[in-house]
C-alpha cells in the first residue's frame, strides 16, 4: 500500500501570507495526486488534481507541484476563508489520503 | 448542479448491519464511477470503496473487504452502501463521492455510528 505523509501537521499564518503545505508518498505516484479543502463542519472540496491542474472554480492563488514521491500546495495571499484542513490523496495506486494539515490564522 | 445526498446513517450495535444511500442529481449518473469516503470523529479521510458506471466493477478497503458491499442502480441515480458486521471503528462520516481516480464532488455525508 501507498503511504503518504503530510507536513505540517497545523499551521499558523498571517492574512496576506504565502503558505506551502508538502506531502510524500511512499513510492513513485507518477503525478497522481490531489489536493482537498475541508472548511469546519462541511464536506471536502477538490482544489488540485494531476498534481498541478487547477479544479473548475478553485481561486488561482491556489496552486499544486511536485513529481515522483514528493508534492506541495501553495496558497498564495492568504485570505481568511482558507482557514481549513488540507487534505492530500494519491490515486496512482488504489486511494490514500495523506493525514492533513489544519491551517489557521496568526 | 451537483447534488449528492446521502441517507441512512444511525445508531448501530457492534455485529450488527445497515445501509447508506446516496440520491444523486445534475449530471448523468451512469457516466461516473462513484465511491464512498469515510472520516472518523476528529480524524482524516479514508477511501472506502469504489464502484464502476456499470456496477460490474468494485473495488474495497482491506478493513471492511468482506463486510461492505458497494452497489449502485443506474434507473435510480443512486449509490448504496451495504454494511455488515459492523464494528465500532467503523464509527465515521461517511461520504458519497464521484470519480474514479480524483473525487471531484461530495455529499454532505452521514453519521454512523457503531455502538453498544
Known amino acids: 500500500d501507498i503511504q503518504m505523509t503530510q507536513s505540517p501537521a497545523s499551521l499558523s499564518a498571517s492574512l496576506g501570507e504565502t503558505v506551502t503545505i508538502e506531502c510524500r508518498a511512499s513510492?513513485?505516484?507518477?503525478?497522481?495526486l490531489a489536493w482537498y479543502q475541508q472548511k469546519p463542519g462541511k464536506s471536502p472540496q477538490l482544489l488540485i488534481y494531476?498534481?498541478?491542474s487547477l479544479h473548475t472554480g478553485v481561486p488561482s492563488r491556489f496552486s499544486g507541484s511536485g513529481s515522483g514521491t514528493q508534492y506541495s500546495l501553495k496558497i498564495n495571499s492568504l485570505q481568511s476563508e482558507d482557514v481549513a484542513s488540507y487534505f492530500c490523496?494519491?490515486?496512482?495506486?488504489?486511494?490514500?489520503f495523506g493525514g492533513g494539515t489544519k491551517l489557521e490564522l496568526k | 448542479e451537483v447534488q449528492l445526498v446521502e441517507s441512512g446513517g444511525v445508531l448501530v450495535q457492534p455485529g450488527r448491519s445497515m445501509k447508506l444511500s446516496c440520491a444523486a442529481s445534475?449530471?448523468?449518473?451512469?457516466?461516473?464511477?462513484m465511491a464512498w469516503v469515510r472520516q472518523a470523529p476528529t480524524k482524516g479521510l479514508e477511501w472506502v470503496a469504489t464502484?464502476?458506471?456499470?456496477?460490474?466493477?468494485?473495488y474495497y478497503r482491506d478493513s471492511v473487504k468482506g463486510r461492505f458491499t458497494i452497489s449502485r442502480d443506474n434507473a435510480k441515480s443512486t449509490l448504496y452502501l451495504q454494511m455488515d458486521s459492523l464494528r465500532s471503528e467503523d464509527t465515521a462520516t461517511y461520504y458519497c463521492?464521484?470519480?474514479?481516480?480524483?473525487?471531484?464532488?461530495w455529499g454532505q455525508g452521514v453519521m454512523v455510528t457503531v455502538s453498544s
Open positions: 490523496q494519491q490515486y496512482y495506486n488504489y486511494w490514500t
Open positions: 513510492e513513485d505516484i507518477y503525478n497522481g
Open positions: 445534475g449530471f448523468t449518473f451512469s457516466s461516473f464511477p
Open positions: 463521492t464521484t470519480g474514479a481516480l480524483y473525487f471531484d464532488y
Open positions: 494531476n498534481a498541478n
Open positions: 464502484i464502476s458506471t456499470s456496477g460490474g466493477s468494485t
